[in-house]
C-alpha cells in the first residue's frame, strides 16, 4: 500500500509539473513564488479599487466610516480593508507593519511612507500612500484630494522614508 501512494504521489506531482503548475505541490500548497503572484494581483486589485475614489476630497482626520472624504491613512485603511487587510488607522503605526522593502523592489500594493508637510522634519512619518507601480503613488492629500502622483518626483521623491509591504 505505501509503495502505492507513494507511485501516486511521484505521478501527481509529475502531471501538476508537466501541465505548467509549478506553484502548486502535490499536497496543493502554494509555493512562495505562487504566494508572491497572488500578493500582487491583491495589490493591484487594491490599486484599482482605489482609483474609484480619485478625486474625493482631502480632510486630516476623516472618519474611517465614511468614502466622503479622507485623510491620507483613512484612504489606505479602507481601501486595503475592502481585501482583508486591516491597518492600524494612522500613518505611523501603520509604517510599522509588513516588511521593510526598498524603494528599488516596490511593487503594486506596497505602503510607501513620507516626512512632508507642517509636521516634518525629514524623520517622522506624516503621509501614507499606496505603490500604484510604474513609479506612480495612489494617496489624498489637500487638493486634489485622492490622486495618482510621481513617487520620484518634486515632493514625493525628497521626503520619502521608506516603504513596507503588508500582502
Known sequence: ??????????????????????????????????????AASTGSNIVGFGKNFLGVPYRFGASTSTTRNFDCSSFTKYIFKRYGVN???TSVAQSKVGRA??????????????????????????????????????????????TVSNLNSGNWKRTYLKARRVL
Not at 7 to 32: D, L, Q, Y
Request: glycine residues 14%.
Open 87 to 89: 491597518l492600524p488607522r
Open 101 to 146: 522593502v526598498s524603494k528599488s523592489n516596490l511593487r503594486a500594493g506596497d505602503l510607501v511612507f513620507f516626512s512632508s508637510g507642517a509636521r516634518a522634519n525629514g524623520r517622522n512619518v506624516t503621509h501614507v500612500a499606496v505603490y500604484a507601480g510604474n513609479g506612480k503613488i495612489l494617496h489624498t492629500y489637500g487638493s486634489p484630494g485622492v
Open 1 to 38: 500500500m505505501r509503495k502505492t501512494t507513494f507511485i501516486h504521489k511521484v505521478v501527481v506531482a509529475g502531471i501538476c509539473t508537466a501541465i505548467g503548475f509549478g506553484g502548486i505541490m502535490a499536497s496543493g500548497e502554494a509555493t512562495p513564488s505562487a504566494q508572491a503572484a497572488s
